[in-house]
T-cell receptor
Framework: GENVEQHPSTLSVQEGDSAVIKCTYSDSASNYFPWYKQELGKRPQLIIDIRSNVGEKKDQRIAVTLNKTAKHFSLHITETQPEDSAVYFCAASRPDRGSTLGRLYFGRGTQLTVWP | NAGVTQTPKFQVLKTGQSMTLQCAQDMNHNSMYWYRQDPGMGLRLIYYSASEGTTDKGEVPNGYNVSRLNKREFSLRLESAAPSQTSVYFC????????????FGDGTRLSIL
């Protein structure tokens, strides 16, 4: 099956700095890569996703880049704010054999702390 | 539009007791999923269901059973709870298509003593 690795496991930045979280995946058939943010005690919430027909996608201060050749994708947060503090999960998805169901394979998460 | 609703939000069980966690979605999604989340382990898939009447095992299915009662509801059952099943359980759903995002419920925090 797919194996998604995420680094770093913890990241501390000063407010206003940028934060970058990196993920690698093993299965070249994976074609969909969402990122989730989980605040303490809350549900994971989708913040951005990218499909393999594009190399980069931006939404205000958040961007995701994808390198299919190297099988890695990254989350970039610019001008970080204390409310960006949370755990961030990357994931990869591909169709299951014989179906279009697909599964999400998650990384283990990155605890981002933004200091005022 | 409530999205994905899980009940209960918290539960404490004794070892050996049984329990069913309930999940319902009102987004007309076909696929539904059960995950458990443990510190440092991320989200691990227990079972999933492509449609009513079908279920498949995920990474960590041992000790659990599921039922896809209808398109809206997907329940997770612990027949004989063990301390190792202490965790936060999340239900999720997604519309048809492997490249669509999953939407999560608020979770059930389960402690087994």
């Amino acid at each position: 099956g797919e194996n998604v690795e995420q680094h770093p496991s913890t990241l501390s930045v000063q407010e206003g700095d940028s934060a970058v979280i990196k993920c690698t995946y093993s299965d070249s058939a994976s074609n969909y890569f969402p990122w989730y943010k989980q605040e303490l005690g809350k549900r994971p919430q989708l913040i951005i996703d990218i499909r393999s027909n594009v190399g980069e996608k931006k939404d205000q201060r958040i961007a995701v880049t994808l390198n299919k050749t190297a099988k890695h994708f990254s989350l970039h947060i610019t001008e970080t704010q204390p409310e960006d503090s949370a755990v961030y999960f990357c994931a990869a998805s591909r169709p299951d054999r014989g179906s279009t169901l697909g599964r999400l394979y998650f990384g283990r998460g990155t605890q981002l702390t933004v200091w005022p | 539009n409530a999205g994905v609703t899980q009940t209960p939000k918290f539960q404490v069980l004794k070892t050996g007791q049984s329990m069913t966690l309930q999940c319902a979605q009102d987004m007309n999604h076909n696929s539904m999923y059960w995950y458990r989340q443990d510190p440092g382990m991320g989200l691990r898939l227990i079972y999933y269901s492509a449609s009513e009447g079908t279920t498949d095992k995920g990474e960590v299915p041992n000790g659990y059973n599921v039922s896809r009662l209808n398109k809206r509801e997907f329940s997770l059952r612990l027949e004989s709870a063990a301390p190792s099943q202490t965790s936060v359980y999340f239900c999720a759903s997604r519309r048809q298509g492997w490249n669509q995002p999953q939407h999560f419920g608020d979770g059930t925090r389960l402690s087994i003593l």
